[in-house]
């Protein structure tokens, strides 16, 4: 199919401009800009991205994916450890024949209600396990493609290696055709005219040219936010798709709740790996985890089975790990450590089997993980040395409010994914990577039904040059602050008061350091370089301005939650109340300031329960139910993938 | 122990010829860097103009996007280890397709 977008190019004049000193002025008239024009314009080129695109395209759509990154490698489903899933029923319909019944829609349905602590808008989780079975179900056909192998764990969900994820998202696309690509642009605001989207403003990252993007809708898969210093998401995880929408006046929720996993600390080669938290789902009964006095850290039985058995390991490990962490029994970079006992040599055996049979699997090689060697963990581990793990978010739970179709406050502009907020609440265990698929897919069809049914907007020019104006200052600033320092400066206040544990003094001081760095340091960011081709430190400063918006809401309603629910947890508020909080916080545009206002959670089929838990972690264990819950096979993911590896040699032998 | 970092540096904007600059960087004996720590420890601390590869960086060898010339071979910079000491050399993939210093589009 033909390119079906048209593109024109408007090239200013090169003119010079002096300050009254004689020194070059930087003058945002002489960058390129030019445009594109589309029907619907998909921003991010993951899952959520990719699949609003699928589906738009197909209802004849002309359709423009631009992405901060590239197709099928960027964002964070490569990152993803990283499963899927639908119901069991639906399994079986679709011919998977060890699929568990068991997990019918409904379990699946009070599962992710009961794991987002009630918070979650449950009209979002039945649209979530309604459309898992057939959006799963061709994903998998893609997934074929790639070549990597799909391992299938009961009772319902499919393991892979995040890279295959990212490539099957690209062969959807390129199967669908027609689908224009702009890639390694990012995208600075959504256009708005007469209180709807009109397109949307664009850098070109390696030309350092606007790109102004006239869209009749405009989806945003732009994924979450990451403020703390340590990591094991993509770079590009900066919030700018939340951070955007509130620039245009949407609410935005949930912002108090990330998801940590134990992660790797060093060597620095290798930080931010989520090795360890597989690693503890394949050789978690030869693990003793000890604090940074090499002191056990003591988990409750019935919660140690759990973390063990299921994937509210996510939780317990970051409660009972962060605890030691952020009261200062934590190790000297502010982690625990795993031991690997010498005694007794069967476990550390079954561990590394498993290990070993899953990596030569999905990454190709022996004791890789990703594209990473690790070899040296292996001896490491038969040594008995101990391994310095911290705790690094995967996931930012919340984003822009959105409705079951993913449309927003702002007509025209559709958000599905980690973006958005509402289908997880205060705890994600289901898969983000079904959330993309099934969100993306929605996002797009209710894109092209406002698309045809609205027709465009004209673009506002004033507001592009105001944005031009406001994204290029650092050029002008002379001698101020490089936007790397004011970086490492907020997020060094976010990790001290925004971290794992919380208390009213650290979050109240985080929020006057943020303050200070929005009023005071990120005005006076000032360029090194005047070039604007491929010039990082522009994108950095626009990066931490979207930051700066997720993190201070996420502040504020951490200060204004207080008691600890899923992942917000605080050690001066230990309790669960749902007779005071069981509410969503959300942060509203007022006239450029935060305003945080509530919101109830839509009820379809479970009523909000009522109550207190002294401590929080006595709801989880309420949950354990003694793996009754059918939903609680699924975690143990290294159980299933070695069995599937040992029947295979098995057979082989035979 | 220092090492010595040279470091090619090239703007297609300006038309100028490239060369090399030399940075010497600390990296503590018991620690092990790779090839993107070294350059985001220069930029951050040193020169915040270099120009790299840094942004949908994965970090763990996944997206295959942050490619350079390390001493001389085409290599990952997020799983290229650099050492510790001695003279170390990082160059853009292609002089054709660089962008801007060690970026290439």
Redesign the interface.
Known sequence: MSSIVSIKKIVFSQKKFFDNKGGFMFDVSNIKSRVIKTDVLAIGASGAGSLAAIAARRQGCEVTIVAKGKLGKSGNAIMAGGSFSMDGISARQYGEKKADPALTPNVMFEDIVKQSFYLAEQDIVEQFVKNAGPRISEFLGWMEKTKVKTIFLPPSTWFTAGRAIGQACKIGVKETGGIKLVEDVMIIDILVNNGRVAGALGLDLYKGEFIIFEAKAVVLGTGGYQPFSFRNTVTDMTGDGAAMAFRAGVPIADMEFHLFLPTLISPKSHRGSILPYIYYMSGMRSIDLKNGNHDEIVIPKVLLEMAQGTKWSKQILAYYLGKEICSGRGSKNNGIYYHFPRRPYIKHAIGMIKFDVMSKQLYRKNWFYQGEDYNWLKEGIKNGTPLEVGLSSEYSNGGVVVDAKMATSLPGLFVPGEANSGAFGALRIADGVTEMIVQGYEAGNSAAEFSKRAGGEEIDQNQVDEIKQRVTKGFNNKGGLSPYKVRTAFEKTVDDGFNIIRDEKGLQATLNEIDRIKKEDFPNISFSSQTQNYNFEWIEAMQLENLLVCTEVGVRAALLRKESRGTHMRSDFPQLDNNNFLYRLVGENDHGKIKMTTKVPKVTKMLLPTGKYDQMMDYTIEQSGGHKNVNAKEANIMADVVKEGFNKIFKRGK | MMLNVNIYRN????NKEGKFDVFKVHIPDN????AL?LMRHI??NM???L??Y????????????CSVRSNGKVS?A??T?VPNSGTYTLEPVSEKRC??DL?I?
């Open positions: 703007n297609k904007q300006d620690e092990q860097w790779n720590d930029s951050t020169d915040a103009s120009g790299f840094y942004h949908s960086v994965c970090n763990h060898g996944i997206c295959a996007r990952l997020c799983v280890i962008t801007r970026a589009k």
